[in-house]
């Protein structure tokens, strides 16, 4: 038994302290949002008891009625809402999709064309750090021209016509612009390569109906993270196209067996138990991003970066691409102002604002100290930020990196944001 008096008043306290942090900000970090009430519950729900591992109707536990129907409407409305053959709602992240993917499909040494991550790509696409990168060999591409943002098909043609890639990726961290999934299909069908697109920042700007859906256009595997634009728990999801069968059967390594073939990398290829009360969060993200509001939200977030981008731009900032298509912007803060990304995010975080730094492309500033700051819309506009209150905040940041050196002006625009704040309740107040 528990004793339910026993208070762990240290770690509640700072959970506090973190819910008056993130209601009198303003969170411009372009991978975070806030969940709904009600997905907020189904986190901290009694799923999380449960062991579950293997596939609905497939366990290698008991007592699975109720998590096998959470699991299967998650999968049920993940497929939907993207348009897919299959759905693995289990991946524990981002990164740990990604990953299963890699697993499923590529032997190590396998070729593998990504983007270079200082042209936006994620360091789960072949960074040295990561274990992939040992695995595999991820053969780099980058943009044509930094100032529209233009992807260099023809490097890409070139390279996979030098490496004969298992796999193309694209979709980035840190890039505003849409991509031309048309000419990298083109490309991959090619050498049959598998046509990955890692969506885990615009996942909810497709399900919104405001960018391409990758599918459209023959690749074979989305995945992404629920909790950026999509609104959910923090998890990742694999959507692909192909034959989907019983994962405890091996299939051929074939393109249109890739659904089980990754239902097979996810557990037991590279996990464990699933996560229950994240799945069953997942499902209701999932419910309300097939909601008619979600699309409203979507073209709100868009108008609101649309809005916010062309403000900073009036206000001396050089954006990268000079502008964007999507929720974020990628600013070149040393080119506009003489000070690096990292100098800018403190000065910004002592006026309530969060954003974070953020190398730019082919930085000649070290990581830690870039060149640039990143930040976006999808946060704010959940908040009910609106496009007038953009130029509020544009011209915060301006009047702040300008006064980065005067604490007492800092801290009178901190007032000002806090009091702004505080008018726009958490979803979860
Ligand atoms: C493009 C992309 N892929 C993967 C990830 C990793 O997601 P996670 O942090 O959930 O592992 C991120 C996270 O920022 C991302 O931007």
Redesign the pocket.
């Known amino acids: 038994m528990y004793n339910n008096d026993m208070n762990d008043q240290q770690i509640k306290d700072l959970i506090n302290q973190e819910k008056n942090r993130q209601r009198q900000g303003l969170e411009l970090i372009p991978?975070e949002n806030y969940v709904s009430k009600q997905v907020l519950e189904a986190i901290g729900s009694i799923l999380t008891n449960k062991y579950s591992e293997g596939y609905p109707g497939k366990r290698y536990y008991g007592g699975q009625v109720y998590i096998d129907q959470i699991e299967q409407i998650a999968i049920d409305r993940a497929k939907e809402l993207f348009q897919a053959d299959h759905a693995n709602v289990q991946a524990h992240?981002?990164?740990?999709?990604?990953e299963a993917v890699y697993h499923a499909w590529l032997k190590p040494g396998d070729n593998v064309l990504a983007m270079d991550l200082s042209h936006g790509?994620?360091?789960?696409?072949g960074a040295p750090v990561t274990r992939s990168a040992q695995l595999y060999n991820f053969i780099r591409y980058k943009m044509k021209n930094v100032e529209t943002g233009e992807i260099d098909y023809e490097q890409i043609n070139q390279l996979a016509e030098q490496y004969r890639p298992k796999m193309i990726i694209v979709?980035?961290?840190s890039y505003p612009r849409e991509i031309d999934y048309q000419k990298i299909a083109e490309i991959g069908q090619g050498y049959q390569a598998l046509l990955m697109a890692?969506?885990?920042?615009i996942a909810g700007l497709i399900a919104g109906g405001m960018a391409k859906n990758p599918f459209d256009y023959g690749f074979h595997v989305i995945?992404?993270?629920s909790?950026?634009t999509l609104r959910g728990p923090?998890?990742?999801l694999i959507l692909s196209k192909g034959i989907v069968s019983n994962p405890l059967h091996k299939p051929t390594k074939t393109i249109e067996n890739i659904p089980t073939l990754i239902d097979r990398a996810v557990f037991p290829g590279t996990q464990g138990g699933p996560h229950d009360n994240i799945i069953a969060a997942k499902a209701i993200a999932l419910f309300e991003a097939l909601q008619p509001e979600f699309k409203d939200y979507i073209k709100q977030v868009l108008k609101n970066a649309q809005t916010l981008a062309q403000e900073l731009q009036n206000r001396d900032f050089k954006l990268i691409t000079n502008g964007t298509d999507n929720h974020l912007m990628l600013i070149d803060v040393f080119k506009s102002f003489k000070l690096n990304g990292l100098l800018v995010e403190t000065t910004l975080d002592k006026i309530n604002l969060t954003v974070n730094k953020n190398v730019i492309p082919d930085d000649s500033l070290p990581p830690f100290t870039p060149s640039g700051i990143r930040l976006g819309t999808p946060a704010i506009t959940t908040r009910g930020l609106k496009e007038t209150n953009m130029i509020q905040i544009a011209n915060w940041m301006k009047e702040a990196i300008i006064n980065h050196q005067n604490n007492a002006k800092l801290a009178q625009i901190k007032q000002e944001v806090i009091d702004f704040s505080l008018q726009f309740p958490l979803p979860s107040d």
């Not at 790509?121 to 696409?125: F, P, Q």
């Not at 890692?198 to 920042?201: G, I, K, R, S, T």
Request: glycine fraction near 18%.
């Open positions: 991978s992240s981002g990164a740990s999709a990604n790509g994620h360091l789960t696409h979709g980035y961290s890692d969506m885990a920042h995945t992404c993270t909790h950026k923090r998890g990742g």
